[in-house]
């Protein structure tokens, strides 16, 4: 997995990485010159007691050295940014992938692990490639430079390589095929933490109430515990690779001393060689354990390599269908005709046969008991969800054959909870029109009943929103995140249970400003409150999934039980009348 | 939860910049490590031994070639001829030089290879290397185990400091980033500890080791040797100055795109549908180039150390060789004592290189730490109290008094001067406009907010007198917030409750009227649920923590919008149980319906932060105040 990934997303910066291998070739080349100038100044220099010869060698030496600080600054300089844009193209690459995910998705693999995967996972990734450019491209030069010396010494005493080679392969592949599921463990262990941490802070205020922050230290500390348990077990194996590594190049050098005292004894070889040869036995060795440096990050960038590929290539649920159209929606219809909705594997519909009408200039309330699947038949206008049989239209068209796009462009919802987002009240509100004036804005928030509290803050529009709208109450929530619906002047209007947080003389005022506004638009509503919805022009009754009864509240009253014990249960019988 | 905050919000999202201590932070890295004293000194000790061994390889190894070439050079010579008689003949020929060759070397004529001692010398070699690979090995496993543990203590302390942190923080700072600092961060000190500990212990040893050969060799070479350290200290310093403030960029940017990406994540569904994707991939670019900047900074700059220390290590070698030379043309040195010397210089730069390398790779690590730390320096919440638990007396209990009760978020003040006297079993029923500061009133008297003024009792006794764990168990509450943790629906509802069993689960469910949907679930109360889960709806999320506050069984009830998401009819059959579960408790209702607190004892009615009017409903009515105009516009609302 890690090598596809490379090659696709490193291949805009061949021409860098080919700066870098050569830079690197030269570089390697005067580190290899170097032993030799070393050399001379020893013996024809200090062992002659020719200053001169010292300074002059010296002085190439000096100046070999500069080219080689040269050569790796620059090699430096484009192997970090090539390794560093492949990190931020990468985090990019995951990022697109889940914003183009459907809910089912991001549900499945879960908000903490794609975190992990689109930060940490490419972190690793990074790290190798790096390591690779900038450290490491020297080391198959040098390997490759100190056989070729090896073998133009003794072919024969070469041989031992034939030996040593393979057994270093293996051994090295045998540890590497060890750390890998651990690895593997280990990011998946990241996650735990990620996902606990998350579901802590998000439930803080409920874990402090309950006082169960020994109870969640607890949970929080097993995770922790088996993240240790497994890093420390890839640590164990990861410590194997080095001590290995030297071993095996250490017993080949006394081998070849020891083969090479026999055929020194035999005369087929000279003293001077056999140490030559031993030297470029240990520059190998050198190269190797340079090697072994980048083979430790191998296995976990390979595991994170996989975990980032499976994003990147998980194909999203809900996506245009062949061919499908980029129109404007410029009617404010929606019709539902017989949608059922199952989630997968489920073996119950959420909803069945469900049909639904709006039209512009028209308000179709929702209404049904706790459980009844309102929330999820709103979700499938936007396509958050497939129908599994049935269809939606939009403006008359099948929002399937339509670009998701398109359809969000035509719709403005108001979700059950509010997710406002880190920012100020200003970019909240320009969520769905980033050019919206500020008078727009002020004018939103006068319908959405907001205007008060945010001409009292002093910083107006743009005071500061944090996470989730954590710093307003949950009926400023609601109200803003009314206000970001009205400010996009969507065809279609969504109210999913959006007045529940609200008091009944807010909700009145707000219903009341609304109506100018969405005169041609469709609205639908999903409601608790009786009051909110009884002067719909069409009410939508369910009961587990099915409607029990469509038609104005008078006429479901008079024929719908189910309507009229909702009614019942929060108006007396005069006020319901 | 509360009415609009002001400018004390700014500055939200990112990390408090606090002044850079690389050298503290160091400190109390170290300090941590050291907690296990015996494991650091276990590596400590196997690390002077691996060193030691892998010095002395060599050496032997050096042996073993002395007798190859004493063999070899033996066997030149005839054989019974003494090495007096092979110097003179050589000698005689004019052959100096390799008559001193001789005379230095363990010459037996005609002898040959001693294989012998050949085998036995390498055998000796390969042992010791057996031995050094074991120790390091064993150095290794104990690195991991230490720095492993030493990670883990470090996120355990992170998580009670989360417990130990005051709600406003938790409020204001973007989760991913929070989660960036526990795991990125903390994944990244223990990557940069464990690669550079047993190595930079190594080198250092050889460097000293070196420098002690070199002393005893010659005074006046070892200084021109050592004049290189302060170079490379100064060199080293110089460009880790300029790389720290960028590994601490890097990692502050790695928390902030994790911020934004955890953000996205979770509002996904409304990114979309908003069409916002453009701009949250605007941002996105926008933290990731900064991220992207960062990174390449700090690695190319901390890259250029080694090839720096590279330039230094040569200059260096050949001014020892120049200073040699000369010491040896005024016969002050031997060459032989140059040419060790000259060795020795190399030896001793290459891990000078090296522990300049590592300085660089542990930086990134503690620029991570120091993000760490900040979050464990941040100011707690205020400390418990120290008094002994007050000694409660038996009856009624319950007794809630708010007393000249300020508080605000930010500088505007909220809740001024406010009175309020909850007795025993009586349900007080909180109303009035959005962000009148009724929530506030829950949050106060839970305690997840410190008061400005006043204070509020329990049964008599000062809250900020009992511990939060004491206040807190008596109460079971209903928040706003309906949040499941990912688990069975089981344990989700016996979350209040240790060791609740099914039936004493089951009854609470009942109750809350979740029981039937509970049961149509195909794993029943073994379903498991979360956050995020679909398929559990709003109302029936409210449901299932009602349970969970029926279950807790607590002194006290605090009910805020608790079944604002639940059908009319149901929420009926629940005020049913809660009217049961209310007799005899004291409880604080939250709600906009004004059907479901008509029968409260006492209603409350707030206005941005001050209570207007108190009394019962038919009072209230009858009183024709802000009461009467509430419940007057839910009637406007239905007749509309």
């Known amino acids: ?577 | 939860m509360s009415g609009g905050r002001g400018p004390a919000w700014a500055g939200m999202g990112g990390a408090p910049q606090k002044p850079r201590d690389f050298r503290g932070t160091l400190g109390r890295v170290v300090s941590r490590l050291l907690r296990d004293r015996f494991l650091v000194w276990s590596i400590a000790v196997l690390g002077v031994v691996a060193t030691a061994l892998s010095v002395v390889g060599p050496r032997i190894l050096g042996h073993a070639t002395d007798i190859v070439f004493n063999g070899y050079l033996s066997d030149q010579f005839p054989d019974g001829a003494t090495k007096a008689e092979v110097v003179r003949g050589l000698e005689a020929n004019g052959q100096d030089r390799l008559a001193d060759v001789v005379r230095g070397a363990d010459v037996r004529p005609g002898q040959g290879i001693d294989f012998t001692s050949l085998g036995w010398v390498l055998t000796g070699a390969l042992l010791l290397y057996v031995l050094a690979s074991l120790f390091m090995w064993w150095q290794g496993r104990l690195t991991t185990r230490t720095v492993q543990h030493m990670v883990g203590d470090l996120r355990d302390d992170v998580e009670a400091k989360l417990n130990r942190l005051p709600l406003s923080y938790l409020d204001r700072t973007e989760r991913g980033e929070l989660m960036s600092r526990t795991t990125n961060d903390i994944d990244n000190l223990a990557q940069s500890l464990q690669q550079t500990i047993s190595q930079l212990l190594t080198s250092v040893l050889t460097v000293v080791g070196t420098l002690a050969m070199m002393l005893w060799i010659s005074p006046l070479l070892a200084l021109v040797a050592v004049g290189t350290i302060p170079v490379a200290i100064w060199l080293t310093g110089q460009i880790m100055k300029r790389s720290q403030p960028q590994f601490v960029a890097q990692w502050t940017a790695t928390g902030r795109l994790n911020g934004h990406v955890e953000e996205t994540f979770t509002g996904h569904e409304v990114v979309k549908v908003f069409g916002r994707q453009r701009e949250m991939r605007a941002e996105f670019e926008r933290r990731n180039d900064a991220l992207f900047t960062a990174a390449f900074k700090a690695q190319f700059i901390s890259g250029i150390v080694q090839p720096v220390m590279m330039f230094v290590s040569n200059v260096n070698y050949v001014l020892v060789a120049v200073i040699g030379a000369v010491r040896v043309a005024s016969g002050a040195l031997t060459i032989g004592e140059v040419q060790a010397f000259i060795q020795y210089s190399r030896q001793f730069t290459q891990p000078l290189t090296q522990i300049a390398s590592m300085v660089n790779l542990l930086q990134s690590g503690l620029a991570s730490a120091e993000r760490v730390l900040a979050l464990l320096d941040e100011d707690e919440e205020l400390p418990e109290t120290t008094l002994p638990s007050p000694v409660r007396g038996a009856g009624p209990r319950g007794r809630v008094v708010f007393d000249d009760v300020s508080f605000s978020y930010g500088p505007d003040p909220l809740i001024e001067h406010l009175d309020l006297v909850a007795e025993p079993g009586q349900t007080v029923a909180i109303v009035g406009p959005t962000g009148a500061g009724k929530t506030t009133l829950t949050n106060l008297l839970l305690r997840f907010y410190e008061l400005d003024g006043g204070r509020i009792t329990l049964d008599g006794t000062d809250i900020t007198d009992l511990t939060r764990a004491e206040l807190r168990r008596s109460f079971g509450v209903v928040l706003q917030d309906t949040w499941l943790f990912r688990g069975s629906i089981r344990d989700n509802i016996a979350y209040g409750a240790d060791g609740a069993d099914d039936a004493a689960v089951q009854r609470a469910a009942e109750a809350a009227h979740i029981d039937h949907f509970v049961r149509t679930l195909p794993d029943g109360y073994d379903t498991v649920v979360d956050e995020a889960g679909s398929g559990v709806s709003a109302g029936q999320r409210q449901l299932l923590t009602i349970a969970r506050a029926f279950l807790a069984d607590p002194a006290i009830l605090v009910l805020d919008e608790a079944t604002s998401s639940v059908d009319t009819r149901t929420e009926a059959l629940v005020q049913e149980a809660m009217e049961r579960l209310r007799s005899g408790r004291t409880s604080f209702v939250i709600a906009h319906r004004l059907s479901t607190i008509r029968d409260a004892d006492r209603i409350v009615v707030m206005e941005q932060g001050r209570i207007v009017e108190q009394g019962s409903h038919d009072e209230l009515v009858t009183a024709g105040g802000a009461y009467e105009r509430l419940y007057a516009a839910q009637f406007a609302g239905l007749t509309t």
């Open chain 1, 1 to 577: 997995m890690l090598i596809p990934l490379l090659r696709r997303h490193l291949a805009p910066y061949r021409g860098p990485i080919a700066v870098v291998l050569v830079f690197q070739l030269v570089q390697t080349i005067a580190n290899l010159y170097l032993p030799g100038l070393n050399a001379e100044i020893i013996d024809r220099g200090v062992v002659e007691g020719d200053v001169g010869v010292i300074w002059r060698t010296g002085g190439v030496m000096l100046a070999v050295t500069v080219l080689q600080m040269a050569c790796t600054i620059v090699a430096v300089y484009v192997g970090a940014r090539t390794a560093m844009a492949l990190g931020r193209d990468l985090r990019a690459a995951v990022f697109d992938s889940v914003e183009g995910f459907a809910s089912r998705e991001l549900a499945e693999l879960g908000a903490p692990t794609l975190i992990t995967r689109g930060t940490n996972d490419v972190q690793q990734v990074q790290l190798l490639v790096f390591m690779g450019l900038t450290l490491l491209v020297s080391a198959p030069i040098m390997a490759v430079g100190g056989v070729v010396m090896a073998l133009r010494q003794d072919v024969e005493l070469s041989g031992l390589l034939v030996l040593v080679l393979p057994a270093l392969v293996v051994s090295v592949g045998l540890i590497i095929r060890r750390m890998r599921p651990l690895f593997r463990a280990m990011q998946g262990r990241i996650d735990d933490l990620n996902d606990v941490m998350r579901e802590q802070i998000q439930g803080v205020r409920v874990i402090r109430a309950f006082v169960k922050e020994d109870h969640e230290a607890r949970r929080f500390g097993a995770a922790n515990q088996q993240y240790v348990d497994v890093a420390v077990a890839a640590g164990r194996v990861m410590a194997l690779m080095f001590p290995t590594v030297m071993l095996v190049m250490n017993v080949s050098v006394v081998l070849a001393t020891w083969f090479g005292g026999y055929r020194i004894a035999s005369g087929d070889l000279q003293v001077g060689t056999l140490t030559a040869f031993q030297n470029y036995l240990v520059q190998i060795l050198m190269a190797v354990m340079m090697a072994t440096f980048m083979l430790m990050l191998w296995p976990r960038a390979e595991v994170s390599a996989e975990r980032i590929t499976e994003v990147l290539e998980t194909e999203p649920s809900i996506t245009a269908r062949p061919g499908a159209r980029d129109v404007v929606v410029d009617r404010a219809e929606v019709d539902v005709v017989g949608a059922s909705f199952a989630y997968p594997g489920a073996e119950q519909d959420v909803l069945h046969a469900v049909d639904l009408v709006a039209r512009p200039g028209e308000t179709t309330a929702v209404i049904g008991s706790t459980g009844s699947g309102k929330t999820t038949l709103l979700s499938l206008v936007p396509r958050l969800f497939d129908v599994t049989s049935g269809v939606v239209r939009l403006g008359g068209h099948d929002v399937r054959d339509l670009e998701p796009e398109s359809v969000w462009a035509a719709i403005g919802l108001v979700p059950q909870k509010a997710f406002l987002f880190s920012g100020t009240i200003s970019s909240n509100l320009r969520f769905g029109r980033p050019d919206a004036t500020e008078a727009e804005l002020w004018a939103a928030l006068e319908v959405a009943q907001a205007r008060d509290f945010v001409e009292a803050l002093p910083e107006r529009l743009d005071a500061p929103v944090s996470q989730g709208g954590a710093n307003f109450s949950g009926g400023q929530r609601q109200r803003l995140a009314i206000a970001r619906a009205v400010v996009k002047r969507p065809l279609v209007y969504l109210f999913d249970d959006s007045f529940s947080a609200l008091d009944y003389a807010t909700d009145a005022a707000l219903r009341a400003a609304l109506r100018p506004i969405t005169a041609d638009a469709a609205v639908v509503t999903v409601a608790q409150r009786v009051s909110t919805i009884r002067g719909a022009d069409r009410i939508v009754v369910l009961d587990e999934g099915r409607v029990v009864g469509t038609g104005t509240h008078h006429e479901l009253m008079a024929d719908c039980p189910v309507y009229r014990q909702i009614v019942l249960s929060q108006l007396t019988e005069e006020e319901a009348a």
